[in-house]
């Protein structure tokens, strides 16, 4: 009896490692439905809030393999829901959808169709990871417990997140946890990147208005002259990180615009200014908006000028939960062993509002790496020339699907 128990234990055990090895193998087996399913996605790309269209796809697919399906939710954004079995836990999985503002450069045969528009983050990407293991797990199961797909809008600065949220995402869709993966040119295709704690910076962004006295460039001294103040204040700016933040800390003031005047010998009333500031620290977040409006206002006053700051709040720090983290990174292991997995990747001053569903259900966000070196795969996102790595579909879909019988395990 005790031989036997033991033998059962083994083939239990043995079914278990063989479980990443031949998810693999199954995903890969379908895995050109999804490829070409991504490659309309890119071939179609929305804008925020826009995203009727993929929306509308990503909602059938999910109502044909018999998920309960609400469209609508935070304006565009999607849920799935499948319920197997009796247990009580409840998983959240998201990506995204919506494309940018780019003109694609890839000359790829399913390059954008719409003028100025592409796909140049890989959200078409994960949209096709999750739809593949959404199907997998549909008509396999292997869980117990409920599944719910979120399908975002709005990610690109729309905070589609905060948007799903404060139209009841988690009140109509609770969930224990929520994990969520990006693609990330640079690494290794396939190679998996989890990091605990702080994992991407906030954003905020502030528009600077500067009114001086105009006048003739040849008397500037019957003048208050915007420009100057302007150029003082871009470099007074840089000292707020160097001076004014731990230096173990990060921290990011960028000026990506400055616009006065029209001519050479005129000097101008005005003067705008737009910033970027990046912090993975919600303290030292808040510290940089103090310190960046008080120094504006004294280097205006210095020389004459008024200053007008419209501060607006973007994206919260993103925080993995620690213990979800360890959860999602033995799951990486699983899949893809040692030589694939980071298990402590460095933080990146990017942001992403995944981090708002963090806020309020533990979880955590990894990275899927898209190639590095030479490979197509190494073009940063943002860029005309970038496009998903097809390789990823089958990778991505089996961690899904691993990630979720584990967690909606009886």
Request: proline share 4%; charged share 20%; net charge negative.
């Amino acid at each position: 009896m005790f031989e036997s128990a033991t033998a059962e234990a083994q083939d239990r055990q043995d079914e278990r490692l063989a479980e990443p090895a031949y998810l693999r193998q199954a995903l890969m087996s379908r895995v050109g439905e999804f490829v070409r399913l991504r490659r309309e996605i890119h071939s179609e790309p929305e804008l925020a809030f826009e995203e009727h269209r993929t929306a509308a796809l990503v909602a059938g697919k999910l109502a044909s393999w018999g998920y309960a399906v609400e469209r609508g939710v935070g304006g565009t954004g999607v849920v799935g829901r499948l319920i197997r079995g009796s247990g009580r836990r409840r998983l959240g999985l998201r990506a995204d959808m919506d494309a940018l503002p780019i003109a694609e450069a890839t000359g790829a045969a399913w390059a954008s169709r719409r003028p100025g528009l592409m796909h140049a983050c890989g959200h078409d990407g994960h949209t096709a990871m999750l739809l593949a293991a959404a199907r997998h797990l549909a008509e396999e199961g292997g869980f117990s417990g409920t599944l719910q797909l979120v399908f975002q809008p709005a990610e690109e600065g729309g905070g589609g997140a905060l948007r799903m949220i404060e139209d009841g995402l988690f009140e109509r869709y609770p969930c224990d946890a929520v994990f969520a993966m990006h693609n990330m040119p640079g690494v290794p295709q396939g190679h998996l990147v989890f990091r605990e704690g702080a994992a991407m910076a906030s954003s905020d962004y502030a528009s600077i208005t500067l009114t001086g006295i105009g006048g003739h460039g040849a008397m500037p001294h019957k003048a208050a002259d915007p420009i100057v103040a302007a150029s003082s204040i871009v470099m007074a700016l840089q000292t707020i990180v160097s001076r004014n933040v731990d230096p173990q800390s990060m921290a990011v003031v960028t000026v990506g615009a400055l616009h006065a005047g029209q001519a050479n010998n005129v000097i101008p009333a005005t003067a705008t200014l737009e910033l970027s500031v990046r912090a993975l620290d919600h303290d030292v977040r808040v510290a940089l908006e103090r310190r960046i409006k008080a120094l504006v206002v004294a280097q205006a006053a210095s020389f004459g000028v008024e200053a007008r700051i419209d501060w607006r709040a973007g994206y919260a720090v993103l925080v993995n939960a620690p213990e979800q983290t360890a959860f999602a990174r033995d799951v990486g292991l699983a899949l893809r062993g040692a030589g694939g997995v980071t298990l402590q990747g460095p933080a990146l001053s990017g942001s992403e509002d995944f981090a708002f569903m963090l806020q309020r259900v533990p979880g955590s966000y990894l990275l899927i790496g898209n190639g590095d070196g030479d490979s197509a795969g190494a073009c940063m996102v943002h860029n005309p020339g970038y496009d998903f790595n097809d390789d990823n579909i089958a990778i991505g879909a089996a961690y899904w699907v691993l990630l979720a019988r584990r967690f909606l395990a009886d």
